[in-house]
């Protein structure tokens, strides 16, 4: 009864948070769009249904306690494909970079409600593999594969955003993908800046995660 009345309250304050901020940020776009008579930064709509992709994979196997080993690693492994492209939504302020638009504070405001947006539905969704993992094997287990979950999204941001790979990659174009891998990890030195930013990029999604979890933690019913 009590695993019940948590798992309300879990799926309620994620639906409404979600709700509010997805609301926001559509609204911010689309008053963006009528004030500068500009479509520029719809690509934040694709960007964010991207991100949505891995939150309702695991929101689907959450109502599945007792799904199949193999099943749920493959699962798993596409949720883990798309998990990067929530959190890619930060990088996108590198765009006010060539903005020369009189609504600059607009712009910003558009991109930080979608970025929210993003770490929102990355939490989320790591919050529950983090959980959907525990029962598989233990809370210390889970929590070390989520720092690693939470490493390799931040590389694979750094692949979206430099390299620009996308999550289908892997399926429609490997051998490219495979062999600027190869050589980001065997080439440390050449590819310096690859390793500062997964390793910074990771380090701020860490942190953010304990907040987090922390914060969830605390508002569970009593």
């Keep these: 009864m009590e695993n019940i009345k948590e798992l309300s309250f879990n799926k309620y304050t994620a639906l409404s948070t979600l709700s509010i ?43 599945i306690p007792k799904r199949e080993t193999l099943s749920l690693m ?40 979608f970025a929210l947006s993003g770490l929102l539905l ?39 955003r430099f390299f620009r790979y996308n999550s289908w990659d892997i399926v429609s174009n490997p051998a490219n993908l495979f062999i600027d891998i190869a050589n980001l990890l065997v080439n440390p030195e050449y590819m310096k800046e690859s390793w500062i930013f997964t390793i910074t990029f990771g380090v701020f999604l860490c942190g953010g995660f304990w907040v987090f979890k922390t914060l969830e933690q605390q508002k569970r019913p009593h």
């Excluded at 479509?39 to 689907?60: E, G, Q, R």
């Excluded at 970079?97 to 609504?103: G, R």
């Excluded at 712009?107 to 409600?113: F, K, N, R, T």
């Design 122 to 160: 990355f939490y989320f969704s790591l919050l529950d593999f983090n959980k959907i993992i525990a029962k598989k094997l233990n809370t210390e287990k889970a929590n070390y594969l989520s720092i690693l979950v939470l490493f390799a999204s931040a590389f694979g941001v750094y692949l979206g």
């Design 21 to 63: 901020t997805l609301c926001s940020s559509f609204f911010l776009l689309l008053v963006r769009m009528k004030l500068a008579h500009s479509f520029h930064y719809s690509f934040l709509m694709w960007n964010l249904f991207l991100a949505v992709i891995p939150y309702a994979i695991t929101t689907y196997l959450k109502r």
């Design 74 to 113: 493959l699962w798993l492994c596409g949720w883990l494909l798309f998990l990067p492209n929530a959190p890619y939504i930060v990088t996108d302020f590198v765009h006010l970079k060539y903005n020369h638009s009189n609504y600059f504070w607009l712009d910003a405001l558009v991109i930080s409600a």
